[in-house]
């Protein structure tokens, strides 16, 4: 089992900068990708960015490529989530999802097999 936990979302302004941070804690050593998604009041949940564990491979959603950036602690225990420019319609909550194995070319798609239970980030404009 792998328990994960967000942290660090806020109201902020358009414009502004947030960094998200997700505690990970458990059997975190088996784990091979984590995730970030987002879900808007009355959407599905979306795709943002993911890491690879081993060599850091990392793919973003057209919609924050340029402006987001996850990075990953050493230990397999805490990943980031840097939001830079941030836009109204970035506004979600975000939540956090460890892949315990590589299921294939689009591998950050998942699926992810633990959740962290989310936290809400809201851009007014």
């Known amino acids: 089992q792998v328990q994960l936990v967000e942290s660090g979302g806020r109201l902020v302004q358009a414009g502004d900068s947030l960094r998200l941070s997700c505690a990970a804690s458990g059997r975190t050593t088996s784990s091979y990708a984590m995730g970030w998604f987002r879900q808007a009041p009355g959407k599905e949940r979306d795709f943002v960015a993911a890491?690879?564990?081993?060599?850091?491979?990392?793919y973003y959603a057209d919609s924050v490529k340029g402006r987001f950036t996850i990075s990953r602690g050493g230990a397999k225990n805490t990943v980031s989530l840097q939001m830079n420019s941030l836009k109204p319609e970035d506004t979600a909550v975000y939540y956090c999802?460890?892949?315990?194995?590589?299921?294939?070319?689009?591998?950050?798609?998942?699926?992810?097999?633990?959740w962290g239970q989310g936290t809400q980030v809201t851009v007014s404009s």
């Open positions: 890491i690879r564990w081993s060599g850091g491979t990392t």
């Open positions: 999802a460890a892949a315990n194995a590589y299921y294939g070319s689009r591998w950050y798609l998942g699926p992810y097999d633990y």
